[in-house]
């Protein structure tokens, strides 16, 4: 008889308990939060090269003579007509842009 009762609240139950296990714990909740711009670990700089991007924001600059777009965390411009990209950001720090 009980059984029967308990299975009835089956649909009430069933989810309070899921929604408790998904609920973050203190050790969770108690980490620092999360920089983007600081390194987490042993960090190396290396140099490559690349010719094309994803997740890229672009613009165009008024006078239509550049196009600017971020790539890998900085900002570069290229003339409107071709040629090679210049960073913008050389001396910043890393620009974040989220999309």
Do not use: K
């Amino acid at each position: 008889m009980a059984f029967a009762r308990l299975w009835r609240l089956a649909p009430l139950i069933l989810p309070i308990l899921l929604f408790a296990f998904a609920l973050p714990t203190g050790d969770i909740l108690a980490q620092d939060e999360w920089d983007v711009t600081q390194a987490r670990g042993e960090t190396r700089e290396i140099d490559f090269t690349t010719d094309e991007g994803t997740w890229l924001s672009v613009d165009i600059s008024p006078d239509g003579g550049w196009i600017v777009f971020d790539l890998l965390g900085h900002i570069y411009r290229i003339s409107a007509q071709g040629g090679d990209a210049e960073r913008l950001t050389q001396a910043s720090r890393v620009a974040v842009n989220y999309h």
